[in-house]
């Protein structure tokens, strides 16, 4: 089961502030999605920003927790950069706040941390990484570009069966201000507002 403050969370996500034109973009997620559950095959997304740092990783876990929510099974999520840095601060700050359980592994320059969504189930592994790392899979995945820098300037995802682009702005631009704890927040929850009805669209 769910930590009760991420159910809480998911309760208050509101699928009407999605657009029409980006329910469009976001049906290319559900159609593979949905292809490889219909065909009885691991479903494996791989989310991609230029850093690793905070949208990938944002969409990384909220995805995961979504596939977990709505029962789809065999949904294995990663995440991964064009260059390696380190998970910022503010998005494992942001995703204890809407109700994940995280411990940080390692204290290095790219730390290492545990994110958990229940209990009983195995954590969501996060830290920086390239996209190609030997962490995540060689083959067999959808790419989902998550920012348009990414997706600009990594014209070719070697073993990627999918290109996909779901871009978010970067909450980045707030760092230092005061709305940086609002607009992380926001994004955040505009990234799990999506991942959960990409997820609530597959039919078992």
């Known amino acids: 089961m769910l ?9 208050s996500l509101n699928f009407e502030t999605i657009s029409e034109e980006r329910k ?4 290319l997620l559900i159609d593979f999605i949905q292809l490889k559950s219909d065909a009885q095959q691991q ?20 995805a995961q927790t979504a596939a977990y929510h709505y029962d789809i099974k065999n949904v ?6 064009t260059e390696a840095t380190a998970l910022f601060p503010k998005v494992a700050e942001t995703l204890e706040k809407s109700g994940f359980n995280i411990r940080k592994l390692s204290e290095e320059n ?32 959808a790419a989902i570009m998550t920012c348009s820098q990414a997706d600009g300037g990594c014209p070719f995802i070697a073993g990627a069966e999918k ?25 955040s929850l505009q990234i799990a507002t999506e991942m959960f009805y990409v997820f609530s669209q597959i039919k078992k």
Do not use: M
């Not at 294995?76 to 950069?81: A, P």
């Not at 209990?119 to 899979?137: C, H, L, R, V, W």
């Not at 980045?172 to 927040?185: I, L, R």
């Open 110 to 141: 790219n730390p290492v941390y545990a994110i958990k969504f229940s209990e009983n189930e195995i954590p969501i592994i996060g830290f920086s990484k390239t996209y190609d790392d030997a962490f995540n899979p060689e083959s067999a995945f």
């Open 76 to 81: 294995f999520c990663y995440s991964g950069g």
């Open 43 to 62: 479903i494996r997304l791989n989310l991609i920003c230029t850093h690793n740092s905070r949208r990938s990783h944002l969409s990384q876990v909220w």
């Open 163 to 187: 290109r996909i682009a779901i871009t978010y702005e970067d909450p980045k631009a707030f760092d230092n201000t005061n709305e940086q704890t609002e607009k992380y927040q926001e994004r």
């Open 24 to 27: 469009s973009v976001l049906q």
């Open 3 to 11: 930590f009760p403050e991420i159910k809480e969370t998911i309760s």
